[in-house]
């Protein structure tokens, strides 16, 4: 997150919102993960 030429288009003040709520940064990544994969057939991955 800190090389802003990585995912340029991400807007890192959103990501940090899950701090406000108490989620760990790695944490978060791993939720999204795992929400990401249980629909992927529904998204054809």
């Known amino acids: ?3 802003k030429a990585f995912a ?3 807007n ?3 990501i940090r919102e899950c ?3 108490q989620i ?3 944490e ?3 939720l999204s ?3 990401m994969q ?3 057939d529904e998204l054809g991955l």
Request: hydrophobic share 45%; glycine share 0%; net charge positive.
């Open 12 to 14: 890192r003040d959103r």
């Open 8 to 10: 340029a288009s991400v």
């Open 38 to 40: 249980s629909i992927s």
């Open 1 to 3: 997150m800190k090389e």
């Open 33 to 35: 993960l795992k929400a």
């Open 19 to 21: 701090e406000l709520i």
């Open 28 to 30: 978060f990544a791993s």
């Open 24 to 26: 760990p940064l790695p």
